[in-house]
Structures are given as C-alpha cells and as structure tokens.
C-alpha cells in the first residue's frame, strides 16, 4: 500500500471528527435544561411575595398595561424604585401584554432566561476552554446552586437574570473576538455589555473579567506581557470601561434619588469594610454548604464577631496568596479567585445600599469565577489515569445532585409571601424588617390578626424604625382605627419625616376627620418629596372637590391621570366637577371616554343620564349621545 493509500482511511475520521463533539454537547445542553427545569418548573404554581413583587408587576401602570410607546419612554425615562433599569421595565411589561398579572407566568419567564443562562455559561467557557466537560459541570453547578434560587424563584429579580443573559451574549462575543479579532465581535459585545447594564447595573466589572480572560484560558497576555501588547488589550476595553463608569455614575443617582443609599454616619466606613471582609467568607462557606438561606440577612453593624472577623480576613488572604503563588501552575486558580472577589466588589456593602449586610441573589455572577477554580483544580489535583477518570463523573455528578435536591427544597420556600418569611426569621436572626415583611404577607391574605401581631413585635424590635411604625399604623387604618392609625404615622414622621407614602396615609386620616387644611399640608408634603406621586394627586384631588374648589380639583385629576391613563374614577370625577361647574358638555364627553373604556360602566351612564336630565335633553338625543 502506498504511502498515499494508507492516508486515506484517516480523512473521513478527520473530517467525520466534529459531528460527535457536536451531539455530545447538544446532548450536554440537554442535560443542563433538563436539570434547570427539574428544579425550578414548580415556580409555574407560585404566587407573588411581599418584597417588591407588587412594584415589579402589579403596582406601576406603565407595567402593568404592557408594552407601549408611552411605557417605553417611560421605562427611559425614570428612576423608578430607586433603580434605572429600562430593558426590565420592557420584559416585564411584554410579559404583562402577554399573561397579565398572573405570577405563574411571570414566574417561569424568568426560569426561561436562566435556562438560557445555563446554556450562554456552557457556551462561553466551552469556546474559552475548548473543554466541553468541565464546562458542562460549571454550567451544571451555576444551574442547581441554592444560592442562585433567589434570582430565578423571585419576580423583581427579573433584572438579575435578563442582565446576566445580556453580559453572557457579550462575554460570548469577546471570547469569540479574542480567536479572531473582527471589529464588529468586539461591537457586537458592545452592544450586548450595553444591554446588559440597561437591565441591571451589577456586571460594572465585566470589563475586569475581560482582562482575566485574557490571561487565562484565551492567553493572549502572558504572566509578563510586553507593555506595548498590554496597552493594546486595554485600549481595546476603553468603550467598556466608559460605559461602566457611566453605569456607576447612573446607579449611584439612583440610590441617592431613591434615599436607598445609607450615610457613613448610619454605618461608617471601617464597619463597612469589617462586613465586606466578613461577607466574602460567608459567600465562600455558602457556596461550598448552602444551608440556612434566607431572603434577608440583616447587617450586624458593630456587633460582628472580631473573631469571625479575623478568621475571615486570615481565609482570604491565604486563598489569595495560594493563587498568586500558583499562577504559573494553576492560572485558572488566580482568574477564578479575582473573578469572584472582584465582580463582588459593587455588591459587598462599602456602597451600603439597603439595610441587608448580603444576599443570595448578589453571587449570581460572582459564583462563576468558584465553579471555574472548582472545575480545574480537582482533576489538577488527581493523579492522571484509570482512576481519576472514573472518580470525576462520579464526583461531579454526585455534587450536582445534592445541589440540586437542596435548590429544588429552596425553591419550595418562595411558594408565597408567609411562607418565604416564616423561613427566613427561622434561619435568620429575629429582626424588624423580616417581621413586618411576614406582616405584609399576612395582610395580604387576610390574616389581620396575625399581620397585627407581626407589626407590633416588628416595633417592640426596633421602636426607633419608622418603617415597622408605618406597617403598624396601616394595620390599624385597615381596621378603622384611625386614631391610632395617625399617632402610629406621627411617631414614624417624627423618625423620618422624607417617606412620601407616610404622608400621604395620614393625610387621609386627617381628611376622614375634616381636618382639611392639616390633610392638604400632608399631601402637598408628599408631593414635594416625589412628585410623580399618584396618591398624593388623587388625593388632593378628592380633598379639592370635598372643598368646594370643583377647578381644583380638575387640575390634580389631571395630574393624576397624566401618571396613570387607566385612573377611570378620576376620569369620573372629572366629570362631576365639570358637572357642579355647569359646564355639561365637557362632562358628557369625559363621561364617554369611560364608557369607550369600560362600557359596562354603570356609575358612568348613571351620570350621563343625570347631565341630560338636567339639561332638559329629548330621549332620542340622549340615546344618540349613549
């Protein structure tokens, strides 16, 4: 046989070489969303929970009317709970167009977009990699890990999944730039990065991980890169790094618009720093043991442990020279440990943002940089052979499993709001905000008893917070007990004066008991602490007619309106007061914009009836003009 012959049994093999690497990681991604959904389809039965769920779906017109024109510039447009996050303003509002305000839906849309998720993370190091297995179990450890339940099970964290879906597609592209340096991969990433922070501003770091990539796996700057070769990996970051600085800038407006962001006289910087160092470890121990997993962990402030303390920062500094001293050895070592300390970095709580000291949901992409030490090490450390390929499935799938069956347990807890909070004071350290949060809940399902109870151990927790005095007071409007209602309003103003919502409760209150100019001071205060305030409106618009003031009170409808086109009662009192003012044609075509709305309206052809009534009108007029 020729040397040619004998060649050429091997060219089918070589060209045939691709299409089983191809099925095996198709069937690979199949794995991964079917172990995605084993754990989280249950969500499809799910309600709503008492932590902003209402705010995301339900609560904001400009949501829960769905996708249009006036909700995209609105979704541009504001810093709605104390976020800039239009692309999930928009998904939740298509969502809206499609289900409504059925949480089920809602509910498995985000499942959707974490599958996808999986599936981008598999892709991404696989193409980074060129290792389909230990790919596959970095996906398979993002898609069961406990600590990402509270991503994917609650509603309002739509802007986590749909961000990382975003910075996913973009780490994809520079991946793919990175084997062949094409302008438009390198815009195409962009793009995506863009999206990403329009939907969430956490992955501000990409860029950073950009950098670690291209250490290790993509080696495209080696342990001692030429200055030159450097400066050209940075130069080519640039518009990354100026759109999250951009980003930073946004969200830090947020905040401070919001009043979310706490002062350094609340928590000063070295507390901060002692938390942040504290939080790192408790991230690391929970990821390794993800037990005890609550929906809020509240911040210990001064009282850590100095012993927790020490032993977290002797933790981080040893795993930290470990991976220096091996990053010859081991790169990936290095590029996963500083891909989780640095992309925590915004989350940690030297920005304190909210009064949590952690959550679950902030590891979401930070827990990729572990699952990639994790991926790498373990074979690194085992002795080549028969043995070790036998071990690592064994071991890989058995931790996927256990994950998985405690996730799926996880899971179960974002059932509804009760049952979310009872787990979390079980696992948690009693405190206020999880009590009147269970409060909430309760109230929410008609519970007043219980939400009453829950309210009062809330104050007697922390008599000096003015949100668990509001909860309180709320409690005691609903049941009609207005003057403990207000005094329960006085003693959170007294607290903290700068809550809209407090104002406008007790504004109501003093209204009820025809205190009107005390009521209307309320709800010009509320106003001039948020004036796209719809209640404040409304109410001032209600307070207005109640008064007397008929033009008054046209002008707060409006507003009112201008906020919320779907507000029909105010349309409707609209339409009363152009009555009283005797201008009954204007009346009469208000009274027909409801009923081109709702025209099963009665109150509204009830009125239009009574206008020509008064107005002498002729039957056969008054049937033309219905």
């Known amino acids: 046989m020729s040397v040619a012959n004998a060649h050429q049994p091997n060219t089918p093999q070589l060209a045939a070489c691709p299409r089983p690497k191809m099925r095996r990681d198709f069937a690979l991604a199949a794995l991964l969303v079917a172990i995605t959904l084993a754990v989280y389809l249950q969500v499809g039965g799910f ?20 996708l249009s024109a006036k909700g995209i510039a609105w979704a541009f447009g504001t810093f709605y709970d104390c976020n800039w996050i239009p692309l999930t303003w928009i998904s939740l509002m298509v969502d809206a167009s499609l289900f409504g305000s059925s949480p089920g839906e809602h509910h498995l849309a985000n499942v959707l977009l974490h599958s996808a998720n999986v599936l981008l993370v598999f892709a991404v190091f696989a193409k980074a990699t060129r290792n389909s297995e230990r790919s596959a179990f970095v996906a398979s450890l993002f898609a069961v890990h406990p600590l990402h339940v509270e991503s994917v099970a609650w509603i309002a964290e739509r802007k986590d999944v749909l961000s990382l879906f975003f910075g996913l597609l973009a780490l994809y592209c520079y991946v793919a730039y990175s084997k062949k340096p094409r302008v438009a991969r390198l815009g195409l990433s962009l793009v ?42 940075l130069i080519e970051k640039l518009p990354f790094f100026a759109l999250s600085a951009v980003f930073c800038i946004v969200e830090l407006l947020a905040q401070v618009r919001g009043h979310s962001m706490r002062s350094l006289a609340e928590i000063p910087l070295g507390t901060r720093c002692l938390n942040a160092n504290l939080a790192y470890a408790v991230y690391l121990k929970r990821a390794l043991l993800p037990f005890d997993l609550a929906a809020f962990y509240p911040h210990p402030g001064t009282s850590a442990s100095l012993v927790a303390i020490g032993t977290a920062f002797v933790l981080l500094a040893t795993i930290t020279w470990f991976a220096i001293a091996n990053a010859r050895r081991w790169p990936f070592v290095l590029v996963g440990w500083f891909w989780y300390l640095g992309t925590l970095v915004p989350m940690i709580g030297v920005v304190q943002v909210g009064i949590q000291q952690m959550a679950d949901r902030y590891a979401y992409f930070p827990m990729l940089g572990l699952y990639l030490v994790v991926a790498w090490l373990i074979p690194a450390l085992l002795e080549p052979g028969t043995a070790r390929a036998r071990r690592l499935p064994l071991i ?16 179960g807890y974002w059932r509804d709001g009760v049952t979310l909070m009872r787990h979390t004071l079980a696992v948690t350290p ?44 709320w409690v005691y409007q609903g049941l009609k007990d207005y003057d403990r209602a207000a005094e329960q309003y006085r003693d959170s103003l007294a607290l903290d004066d700068k809550i809209a919502t407090t ?48 033009r008054r009170s046209i002008e707060y409808c409006q507003r009112a309106l201008e906020l919320d086109r779907g ?8 339409a009363f007061n152009l009555r009283d003012l005797g201008r ?31 107005r002498g009108d002729r039957p056969d007029l008054v049937g033309c003009a219905n």
Do not use: M
């Open 47 to 66: 309600g709503f929970v008492p932590i902003d769920d209402n705010l995301y779906v339900t609560k904001e017109a400009h949501i829960r009317d769905g």
């Open 192 to 233: 995506f990065y863009l999206c990403s922070l329009l939907s969430k501003q956490t992955l501000v770091t990409l860029p950073f991980v950009f950098l670690l990539l291209d250490y290790w796996p993509l080696r495209r700057v080696g342990p001692q890169p030429e200055p030159g070769r450097f400066a050209h990996f």
């Open 396 to 411: 890989a799938t058995g931790a996927v499993g256990v994950y998985a069956v405690i996730a799926f347990l996880q899971v």
């Open 430 to 473: 009693d405190n206020p905000y999880s009590r009147f949060l269970l409060g909430d809940a309760l109230y929410t399902n008609n519970q007043i008893a219980q939400a009453l109870a829950e309210y009062h151990h809330a104050v007697s927790l922390a008599p000096n917070d003015a949100e668990s005095r509001f909860r309180l007071g």
């Open 503 to 550: 104002h406008n409760r007790l504004g109501w209150i003093l209204w009820a008991q025809r205190q009107y100019a005390e009521a209307e001071q309320e709800f010009n205060q509320a106003l001039q602490l948020d004036v796209t305030n719809i209640e404040a409106n409304a109410n001032l618009a209600g307070l207005s007619r109640a008064r007397g003031d008929y």
């Open 567 to 574: 507000l029909l009662n105010y349309q409707r009192l609209i």
């Open 584 to 614: 009954f044609d204007e009346a009469i075509t208000q009274l027909q914009i409801i009923l081109a709305v709702s025209p099963a309206d009665a109150e509204a052809r009830s009125e239009l009836a009574h206008i020509h009534e008064i």
